[in-house]
């Protein structure tokens, strides 16, 4: 049975230039989405493809803006109930909140609960895929993918690697860490939507040996993306240099290891001297920006313009918990704004663009996600700006698409969420 969603489409197929790029972008004032299977089959003008497929059920979500489901490419599950914890920095935040949280993950049943709520929290707000760190704990990764194949959802994800420097009920080893991983990588990593993350959390938790032992994954699992992060926090990266004198700088320590190329993911990139920048640029690893966790814990702010000049790859994600909120629409707010500070303006297409294609492309999961091009999975987010008297009452005086676009960024809200599709199916509907 094929199914059309109708109402305003919108899709990337690069990243605009600016405002007047459009070439780089398809928008149908009366459009739809042609589905079969949980994949598209098409999508265009409605009448096109009403006349090619009368049979076809259609779902009419007129007036409402039609767009790729949003895609979060940094975020860590086990922090639900750690967000909005009062702390002044980075460090202190770990030890005196988040660790002691993660500790709970050994517990099965809690695990299980958090990675249920996660999933429908994200559903939500848009999000129909993201890259997950999970908790040290293997059983935190299998409820984590468990959760996400009940609702068919393509997520990433990975149990934390983490040696030293963190509460001993949360540490495990360089060759359990390696074990574990590659048992989780053989249960999990391209089954249905599923795919891997090698997860070293950070250079500081990670003794030689543990990163040594993330190399070695990396290079036997090469379709496996890797995460982790790097230079958010001055304290941190000192701690760093304290820890590994041997190397150059903070990005000296991946690359010595073999987790610097382009399946990897780096959260933060906020204090990157050029030889890491260069760096970055070379091996087509991606800079994860993460906008409202950097304000919160007072990190610093993104360079985004630099490094776009530089040639470094971009992305922009939550970081649930020390992000403050689940929404990628706000997310992307409180980039526009950082860039704003740094005299770098941000188009609204171009977050638009970011949150879908962009992190798609990031992922290296262009093919699957991210558009609405035929032969995606059909991962869709259907839109409504006026869906709050102030947002209706402003959307009286919108009048073109970069205006609504800039509206639903700005009053960003998960009542502007219609319906989030994840392979076809509607599944905010569905959540009490």
Same mark, same amino acid.
């Given at each position: 049975?094929?199914?059309?969603?109708?109402?305003?489409?919108?899709?990337?197929?690069?990243?605009?230039?600016?405002?007047?790029?459009?070439?780089?972008?398809?928008?149908?004032?009366?459009?739809?989405?042609?589905?079969?299977?949980?994949?598209?089959?098409?999508?265009?003008?409605?009448?096109?493809?009403?006349?090619?497929?009368?049979?076809?059920?259609?779902?009419?979500?007129?007036?409402?803006?039609?767009?790729?489901?949003?895609?979060?490419?940094?975020?860590?599950?086990?922090?639900?109930?750690?967000?909005?914890?009062?702390?002044?920095?980075?460090?202190?935040?770990?030890?005196?909140?988040?660790?002691?949280?993660?500790?709970?993950?050994?517990?099965?049943?809690?695990?299980?609960?958090?990675?249920?709520?996660?999933?429908?929290?994200?559903?939500?707000?848009?999000?129909?895929?993201?890259?997950?760190?999970?908790?040290?704990?293997?059983?935190?990764?299998?409820?984590?993918?468990?959760?996400?194949?009940?609702?068919?959802?393509?997520?990433?994800?990975?149990?934390?690697?983490?040696?030293?420097?963190?509460?001993?009920?949360?540490?495990?080893?360089?060759? =359990?860490?390696?074990?574990?991983? @590659?048992? &989780?990588? +053989?249960?999990?990593?391209?089954? %249905?939507? #599923? /795919?891997?993350?090698?997860?070293?959390?950070?250079?500081?938790?990670?003794?030689?040996?543990?990163?040594?032992?993330?190399?070695?994954?990396?290079?036997?699992?090469?379709?496996?993306?890797?995460?982790?992060?790097?230079?958010?926090?001055?304290?941190?990266?000192?701690?760093?240099?304290?820890?590994?004198?041997?190397?150059?700088?903070?990005?000296?320590?991946?690359?010595?290891?073999?987790?610097?190329?382009?399946?990897?993911?780096?959260?933060?990139?906020?204090?990157?001297?050029?030889?890491?920048?260069?760096?970055?640029?070379?091996?087509?690893?991606?800079?994860?920006?993460?906008?409202?966790?950097?304000?919160?814990?007072? =990190?610093?702010?993104?360079?985004? @313009?630099? &490094?776009? +000049?530089?040639?470094?790859?971009? %992305?922009? #994600? /939550?970081?649930?918990?020390?992000?403050?909120?689940?929404?990628?629409?706000?997310?992307?707010?409180?980039?526009?704004?950082?860039?704003?500070?740094?005299?770098?303006?941000?188009?609204?297409?171009?977050?638009?663009?970011?949150?879908?294609?962009?992190?798609?492309?990031?992922?290296?999961?262009?093919?699957?996600?991210?558009?609405?091009?035929?032969?995606?999975?059909?991962?869709?987010?259907?839109?409504?700006?006026?869906?709050?008297?102030?947002?209706?009452?402003?959307?009286?005086?919108?009048?073109?698409?970069?205006?609504?676009?800039?509206?639903?960024?700005?009053?960003?809200?998960?009542?502007?969420?219609?319906?989030?599709?994840?392979?076809?199916?509607?599944? @905010?509907?569905?959540?009490?």
């Amino acid at each position: 049975m094929s199914t059309l969603l109708r109402g305003r489409t919108l899709t990337f197929h690069r990243r605009p230039i600016n405002g007047e790029d459009h070439r780089a972008y398809s928008y149908h004032t009366d459009g739809a989405v042609l589905i079969e299977d949980g994949k598209i089959i098409a999508h265009g003008p409605f009448d096109a493809l009403t006349m090619a497929h009368p049979n076809a059920e259609i779902i009419d979500h007129r007036p409402n803006l039609i767009v790729p489901g949003f895609i979060d490419p940094h975020i860590h599950y086990p922090q639900m109930q750690v967000v909005g914890s009062y702390a002044g920095s980075l460090l202190e935040w770990l030890n005196r909140y988040t660790f002691i949280e993660e500790q709970r993950f050994t517990d099965e049943a809690h695990a299980e609960r958090i990675a249920d709520l996660f999933m429908n929290e994200l559903i939500r707000y848009g999000t129909t895929t993201a890259v997950a760190f999970c908790s040290v704990h293997a059983n935190s990764a299998d409820a984590f993918f468990t959760a996400a194949a009940k609702r068919n959802m393509a997520m990433a994800g990975g149990k934390v690697m983490m040696d030293r420097e963190a509460p001993d009920a949360l540490t495990d080893t360089a060759q =359990s860490s390696y074990d574990d991983t @590659k048992a &989780l990588i +053989e249960r999990w990593h391209g089954k %249905g939507r #599923a /795919t891997y993350a090698i997860t070293p959390r950070f250079a500081i938790t990670s003794t030689p040996e543990q990163l040594e032992a993330a190399g070695t994954l990396a290079r036997e699992h090469p379709t496996c993306l890797i995460q982790s992060h790097l230079s958010e926090n001055d304290g941190e990266i000192a701690r760093v240099a304290e820890l590994y004198p041997e190397d150059e700088d903070y990005t000296a320590v991946y690359e010595r290891f073999g987790l610097f190329n382009d399946r990897a993911l780096y959260g933060h990139c906020i204090h990157l001297k050029p030889r890491e920048r260069a760096a970055m640029a070379e091996a087509g690893a991606v800079a994860v920006s993460c906008p409202t966790s950097n304000l919160f814990l007072g =990190s610093g702010l993104f360079p985004h @313009k630099v &490094l776009q +000049e530089e040639g470094v790859r971009i %992305g922009y #994600a /939550t970081d649930i918990g020390g992000g403050t909120s689940y929404s990628m629409l706000r997310t992307m707010d409180v980039g526009y704004k950082v860039a704003q500070l740094q005299g770098d303006r941000m188009h609204p297409l171009q977050t638009f663009f970011a949150m879908t294609l962009g992190n798609a492309q990031a992922l290296g999961m262009e093919a699957k996600i991210g558009t609405l091009d035929a032969g995606s999975d059909a991962d869709i987010v259907v839109l409504n700006a006026s869906a709050m008297p102030a947002s209706a009452l402003k959307m009286e005086r919108v009048e073109t698409l970069e205006e609504e676009l800039f509206l639903l960024q700005t009053l960003a809200d998960n009542r502007m969420i219609t319906e989030t599709y994840v392979a076809g199916v509607p599944l @905010k509907s569905a959540l009490s």
